[in-house]
Every structure is written in structure tokens, then in C-alpha cells.
């Protein structure tokens, strides 16, 4: 179940008045793209894609933390009732399916970290769960990146990026474009959109 567009959209400004920050123009970038691409899809719907996209971070509105916001995102939409967008929360941040390749501290209890490798473990991603991860990869807080410039940029941040999941970025990009037929970039109006 996912929210409306217009609950979600809510959701989110009732989130950033709890943590106010970059991360939710950051959402509303991931939004615009995905709902761009899904429209371009035959097989999605732009709708869902928009709303998934403006709620992958929700877990933000809990505070800066950074495993944790995949924990508190997860928990938070599931508590709503809308699972769908509790999904997403999860896997927007393993696009090899595995935690091994998280980039970021490692903050969250035993607890919380079981219960994100259950809830992993029993996820069987789906369209939208790779279009979400290729969003997050290319949205900036002021709006459309460079995907490289954006993975190196984490990279210098953190110290590291797992090649693999440098990697996996760059075949989503491909994966989507053959499904579009056209380039990611124009598809997403990378150079004029703002949030």
C-alpha cells in the first residue's frame, strides 16, 4: 500500500520540519527522476515511482543518523501502514542486496540491524526498487548530477565506494536506458530541473 501523491508530499514536509536539511530537496530530486523514467517504462507507473521516490529517506525526519535512517524510514512507513514505501526505505541503500556494501557509519542497535538483514533477506527487489537506487545515485539537493561526480563525491566524503556498488549504479543507468531508449540525463532534464 503506498500513500497518495498528495499524503506523501505531507509526509515529507512534516518530516524536514522534525530534521531540516538538504535531504529533502535531495527526495524531491529522486521523485522527479523517477517518476521521468517510469513514465518512459511501459511496464511502471509514474504515479508510484514519484511517491516512492519523495519517501525512500523518510527516516531522516528521526534525526541524522546513517544506517539508522534505513531502520527508521522502514519502521516509520510500516507503522502507516504503507509498505510499499516501507520497501523502498530498505533497499534503496543496498543495490547488491547486501549490507556489506552500506557506505556510511554503521549506527543502529543489534536489533535494528537484525531486523534490517530479516527484512532484506525476504525482499525480492523489483523495478521499483532499482529504479529508486539509480535516483539516488543522481540526485543532488539542487537538483540532477553526474553520476560519477556524485558517487565520487560520497567517495571522498566517506573514504571509499565499493566498486561493486559503483558498479551496479552504472548497469542501472544502462538497464534503464535500453528501457527508455534514450539517455538518462535528458530523460530526467538534468539540466533544468530544480526542486
Known amino acids: 500500500m503506498l500513500p497518495t501523491r498528495e499524503k506523501a508530499e505531507e509526509l515529507l514536509k512534516e518530516a524536514e520540519k522534525c530534521n531540516p536539511g ?3 530537496n535531495h527526495s524531491r530530486t529522486v521523485a522527479h527522476c523517477a517518476e521521468k523514467i517510469a513514465m518512459e517504462c511501459r511496464d511502471m507507473d509514474g504515479d508510484k515511482a514519484y511517491i516512492v521516490g519523495l519517501l525512500h529517506d523518510i527516516g531522516r525526519r528521526f534525526g541524522a543518523r546513517h544506517l539508522g535512517h534505513v531502520a527508521d524510514g522502514y519502521s516509520y512507513m510500516m507503522s502507516l501502514g504503507y509498505d510499499e514505501a516501507a520497501k523502498i526505505c530498505l533497499t534503496h541503500s543496498f543495490n547488491t542486496h547486501t549490507i556489506d556494501g552500506y557506505i556510511g557509519k554503521f549506527d543502529v542497535s543489534e536489533e535494528e540491524m537484525k531486523m534490517i538483514q530479516d527484512a532484506l533477506f525476504a525482499i525480492s527487489m523489483d523495478e521499483y526498487d532499482r529504479l529508486i537506487q539509480l535516483c539516488d545515485s543522481l540526485a543532488g539537493a539542487e537538483g540532477v548530477l553526474n553520476m560519477e561526480e556524485r558517487m565520487g563525491d560520497v567517495k571522498r566524503r566517506y ?37
Open 22 to 24: 538538504p535531504w529533502g
Open 159 to 195: 573514504g571509499g565506494y565499493p566498486k561493486e556498488k559503483w558498479d551496479k549504479n552504472l548497469s542501472l543507468r544502462k538497464h534503464f536506458e535500453e528501457k527508455t531508449g534514450r539517455d538518462i540525463y535528458d530523460v530526467v532534464e538534468k539540466d533544468t530541473f530544480r526542486p
